[in-house]
């Protein structure tokens, strides 16, 4: 083999072996972010989802009751929940049906997103219940829950790791759908709460 051609198969070596060692080294798969927790959702945003589901059932549904559900799964934000539970009607049918709306898969029947309940009869609008349009709405539970601190700063101050609830009514108490702002796990069980027009915004009552 004469000098020129060994030379030559020599320089293509070395050029082999530099690209080989020039290519970067293959990309390595990123780690799996870590799944970010759930994070609790407000009273008007969950109303909405399950009246998507409700029209669905019944074209003339309406909203009789909207109440906030706590999970320990979820972080405490004031003015959300991480599940809800909301009656509608159909006053065509005059039926009922339950629905609920939750960020998470949790005990008592919850489903992550919208789950429609059984249908029951209706017997149609009570003083301690009538029915209103979800649209009524205008005013969000974040928003009523600084509306209500207001009218009771004091009670929160004495009262510091004290749950807040939320339920959505219209009832012959006032004369307009209103957020009531519950110091506690539920009505029933506090001592303390605030009523707030959830159409217009303004203070309506503080119930002792």
């Known amino acids: 083999m004469s000098s020129r051609r060994s ?16 290519e970067k080294p293959p990309a390595t798969k990123k780690e799996a972010e870590p799944a970010k927790p759930p994070e609790p959702v407000t009273g008007q945003y969950a109303l909405y989802q399950m009246f998507g589901m409700a029209r669905a059932w019944a074209p003339d549904a ?13 972080p405490q934000v004031p003015g959300k929940a991480g599940a809800w539970e909301a009656t509608f009607v159909s006053p065509s049918k005059l039926r009922a049906r339950t629905y609920t709306y939750s960020v998470v898969e949790a005990a008592g029947n919850l489903h992550k997103g919208v789950f429609a309940g059984l249908e029951e009869s209706w017997s149609g609008p009570r003083p301690q219940a009538k029915p209103f349009p979800p649209s009524a709405v205008r005013v969000d539970t974040d928003k009523a829950y600084e509306i209500a601190l207001k009218h009771g700063a004091a009670y929160a101050k004495k009262n510091p790791n004290m749950p807040i609830s939320f339920t959505l009514q219209w ?5 307009v759908p209103a957020w009531r702002v519950i110091w506690g796990e539920s009505a029933g069980a506090s001592a303390f709460s605030v009523f707030v027009d959830c159409g217009a915004g303004t203070y309506l009552e503080t119930m002792r």
């Open 62 to 74: 309406e909203a009789l009751q909207l109440r906030s559900l706590p999970l320990s799964e979820v």
């Open 7 to 22: 030379c030559g198969w020599v320089c293509l070596l070395v050029l082999l072996i530099a690209s080989g060692c020039s």
């Open 171 to 175: 009832t012959n108490r006032h004369p």
